[in-house]
């Protein structure tokens, strides 16, 4: 689990490699506290790819996903985040990272 601490009405940004080329998408739920923290999602423009330097590269390049969480008050939440393809109700998503959030006065 991942720890982080926030002060109240401050906003902090997380970042996930998108897999969207192979139908994943990035998604979340708050586990804990979900009054106490906000939790949006901001696209943001794919960076440059890579140069091309052999004809056997793809020629797809992902862009990051970003999360703005946003401590409304004092207190502690628990988000999860998670890789899936949403059609593939009956998988576990192929990627899990959880946050623990202590918000400060």
Not at 15 to 24: D, P, R, S
Request: proline share 7%.
């Amino acid at each position: 689990m991942n720890l982080m601490n926030i002060k109240a009405c401050e906003t902090c940004r997380i970042k996930f490699h998108g897999l969207g080329n192979a139908g994943y998408v990035w998604d979340y739920f708050v586990e804990k506290g979900a009054g106490l923290i906000e939790v949006v999602r901001e696209d943001q423009a794919s960076p440059a790819p890579p140069p091309d330097t052999s004809r056997a590269m793809p020629t797809t390049y992902e862009a990051e996903i970003v999360y703005a969480l946003t401590a409304m008050e004092p207190g502690s939440a628990d988000i999860v985040f998670f890789l899936h393809r949403v059609w593939e109700t009956d998988k576990l998503p192929l990627k899990e990272n959880r946050y623990h959030i202590e918000i400060t006065a």
